[in-house]
């Protein structure tokens, strides 16, 4: 009796175990379930959910086959089946593909226990197989619906493609072009920074989460990475909170604004406390004070390297820092998998913290609709349709012609398409060098500048010479580069780094063109050919005497799949560059870090001579070889009848500026119209020279004019006072509207703030 008695038990509590097991935590699928909340269904996901799959959802690992960061953890190729299958695992990055994804999933919905679906994510940076201009280059647009539009085509891809979850934007404000992830981000200037952080948000995220090809932004990487110690990347950042809060905060916080969904943390240090387990930055900043509710990734391995940093003795110590700091999801670290159980077992994590970090990873999968359709973005069919389309490509086009920015023009350009050209450089046909870095599952034959020409002007009149190559010491090939030369009209010589030369870890001593390739310039120059220069670099590069020699330069940086096709509208005219930069370039690297909106100090030097005890080198002046905001047009934009509807104003009110921009040249065109603020005097603080506060991109046709109106707004005059609160103060205000961040080109007036 006893015994039937224990065997009814048995089988009742098996019983219960399998009926426990096979209600789908996305059983939130039933209707009643639908009708409840995100944070209802959240609820009753995580009550059915043991603490080791708690810690799987915490969890990130990578394909194995497909790293993008050094590889410390040895996992099997099919481990990561083994893995979903015991709830171990929640997510996973670089994989791709609608079947692979889809066959992962089955195992995640259908062979796991607590069935909740995986979450696939990816490094879409620059578009996905379609490749669009690097990040660095599509900010040169300053066209907030180009930028858009072109994350818009890199969702639609990649969620065509299975993916859930992009690791962009990179929105890391950067000020020192050795640092090879400047080419991921949008420069120097925060303003700037915060409006194209938002775009570029919003271009992913599209307007519902739960929208068809909407996937996951992911703003990176928390917080000041871009300041890495003389470039190097990885390398510390030590800065005051002032710098912290006026500089390189605002596109983070723009972009949490703008409903981003997740963030990424950083890997450097951040004085002197390893940014990845630092509470100040991921808690006090950003969930109290920007009041983030997404939930936070670690960077690849950034967890572990706590301890190579010296500052916790083992993945113990480490593990419970990235907790404190709120880092809900371990990327790649196997900290949270191998230690988090035990480290909630002996009361040093509280279950309760893990729940608050699941419970926001559950809310982003309910909110991309994950449990209600698992398999949203796992249509194969869909997938061919998509990738690289003729909308897609044509979106490409838009946004590379649009990225160029024309340095110089001694009335060169645009070319006739009857000239006899002469394509030469190492950069001329080198497929694998347009698309810069961060697009290795991007489409890898884009139109070289080679065949963009010939597509436009045809074979008969254009010839070729490679020159040298990028990076090395032979000057074999540059005769016969000179003997083409000779034979042309006019020379499109096209110079530059590699692909591999910026992005991560790719960070220079030297900002020169690489190799022999100032030599093969300066030959080509010699057989008195006009030159059109051609750069395509993942940074700001100095070209020293060559700046004069030249008779044009286009800064192209990495264009992507259509680079050949718009360098070609730009170099025959069918398109009016209007791109600017977003970085100084420096004359020389001895002047780094050279931006715009610098400080005054107390000895500044004016007019650029070396003369008395004042804040210049003895060898080179303080001005830039072009400056943040600078870009030609093949035609002339003149300003004039710069007004303010008030000289002074309350410091909660408003003020407008207005500016009469006309087209004076012989093309039509675009400009950008850019409004700076200085704050001539702060209470105990110190000012930059100028801060963007503005800008406009118009379009004049010839001989047109139009006004451009600003508004002066309290939150543009605020500043951070000596207690670090942002105030607005009574006083005066310089206020100006140009073309470039260049004194030379900015028409100013006087504003007064009173009480
Ligand atoms: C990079 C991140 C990237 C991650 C995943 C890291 O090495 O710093 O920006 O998102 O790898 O690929």
Not at 124 to 129: A, D, L, P, Q, S
Not at 161 to 177: E, K, N, Q, S, Y
Not at 733 to 747: E, H, N, P
Request: aromatic letters at 8%.
């Amino acid at each position: 009796m006893k015994n039937t008695l224990k065997k009814k038990k048995y089988y009742l509590a098996i019983l219960c175990v399998v009926l426990v097991a096979s209600l789908p935590a996305y059983g939130a699928m039933t209707k009643k379930s639908k009708t409840k909340s995100i944070e209802q269904r959240v609820d009753s996901v995580l009550r059915l959910m043991t603490l080791e799959e708690k810690i799987g959802q915490m969890t990130q690992l990578s394909n194995p086959n497909i790293p993008t960061g050094p590889t410390y953890i040895s996992v099997e190729k099919a481990s990561n089946v083994a893995l979903i299958r015991e709830g171990k695992l929640g997510s996973i990055l670089n994989i791709t593909g609608a079947d692979l994804t889809r066959r992962m999933q089955e195992v995640a919905v259908n062979e796991s226990r607590i069935k909740i679906p995986l979450l696939f994510g990816f490094d879409v940076i620059h578009g996905f197989k379609t490749v669009f201009p690097i990040p660095l280059a599509s900010a040169c647009s300053w066209d907030m619906a180009a930028i858009a539009s072109a994350e818009r085509v890199a969702a639609l891809e990649s969620s065509a493609a299975g993916l859930h979850w992009t690791f962009a934007p990179m929105v890391d404000i950067a000020r020192d072009p050795r640092w090879g992830r400047i080419a991921e981000g949008a420069g120097e200037d925060p303003f700037l920074g915060s409006a194209i952080a938002k775009a570029r948000v919003q271009g992913f995220q599209g307007k519902n989460l739960r929208d068809d090809a909407s996937i996951l932004a992911c703003v990176k990487h928390f917080a000041a990475y871009g300041n890495a110690e003389a470039g190097r990347d990885y390398n510390t950042t030590d800065m005051s909170e002032r710098l912290l809060r006026e500089i390189y905060l605002p596109p983070y916080k723009a972009a949490i604004d703008a409903g981003v969904a997740t963030v990424m943390s950083s890997f450097n240090e951040f004085n002197g406390t390893p940014a990845s387990g630092s509470k100040f930055l991921l808690t006090d900043i950003l969930r109290n004070e920007y009041g983030f509710k997404g939930f936070v990734v670690s960077d690849w391995n950034s967890i572990s390297e706590i301890i190579t940093h010296g500052a916790a003795k083992d993945k113990n110590e480490a593990t419970i820092f990235a907790m404190n700091a709120n880092i809900d999801m371990d990327m790649q670290n196997n900290c949270y998998p191998k230690k988090l159980k035990q480290l909630v077992e002996e009361g040093k994590v509280t279950v309760e913290q893990v729940n608050k970090a699941v419970r926001r990873i559950l809310r982003a999968k309910f909110e991309l609709g994950l449990f209600d359709n698992p398999y949203k973005y796992c249509d194969s069919k869909k997938e061919k349709s998509v990738l690289l389309n003729k909308e897609n490509l044509a979106k490409a086009l838009d946004v590379a012609k649009r990225s160029i920015v024309l340095l110089k023009n001694d009335n060169l350009l645009p070319l006739s398409k009857t000239a006899k050209v002469a394509i030469i450089g190492p950069l001329a046909d080198a497929p694998k060098e347009m698309n810069g870095c961060w697009a290795w599952y991007g489409e890898q034959s884009p139109v070289t500048f080679l065949s963009g020409v010939r597509n436009k002007i045809g074979s008969s009149h254009l010839i070729y010479a490679k020159g040298c190559n990028i990076n090395d010491a032979t000057t074999d090939s540059i005769a016969y580069a000179v003997s083409v030369a000779k034979d042309a009209d006019v020379v499109v010589l096209c110079v530059g780094e590699s692909g591999d030369m910026s992005g991560e870890s790719n960070s220079r001593t030297s900002l020169d063109l690489p190799g022999v390739q100032s030599l093969l310039v300066k030959e080509i120059l010699k057989t008195g050919k006009p030159v059109v220069l051609v750069m395509t670099n993942g940074r700001p590069i100095t070209l020293g005497s060559l700046n004069d020699s030249v008779p044009a330069i286009l800064e192209t940086w990495q264009l992507g799949t259509r680079a050949g096709d718009a360098l070609a509208e730009v170099l025959f005219g069918d398109y009016n560059p209007s791109g600017k930069l977003t970085t100084t370039f420096p004359i020389t690297i001895g002047q780094v870090p050279i931006y715009y909106n610098h400080k005054n100090t107390g000895r500044p030097n004016i007019d650029g001579k070396r003369q008395g005890y004042n804040s210049r080198y003895i060898d080179c002046g303080n001005f830039p070889q072009y400056p943040f905001g600078f870009g030609l047009s093949y035609t002339k934009f003149e300003y004039s009848d710069f007004k303010i509807d008030k000289s002074s104003m309350a410091k909660t009110d408003k003020a407008t500026v207005s500016v009469v921009v006309k087209n004076t040249g012989s093309y039509d065109g675009e400009e950008i119209v850019q409004l700076y603020i200085r704050d001539l005097v702060a209470y105990g603080v110190s000012r930059p020279v100028k801060e963007l506060k503005g800008f406009d991109k118009i379009t004049l046709t010839k001989g047109e004019q139009k006004t451009v109106r600003f508004q002066i707004t309290p939150e543009m005059l605020a500043y951070y006072d000596l207690n670090l609160k942002k105030i607005v103060e009574p006083g005066d205000f310089s206020i100006m509207v140009g073309c470039s961040s260049a004194d030379k080109d900015l028409l100013k007036l006087n504003l007064t703030v009173i009480e």
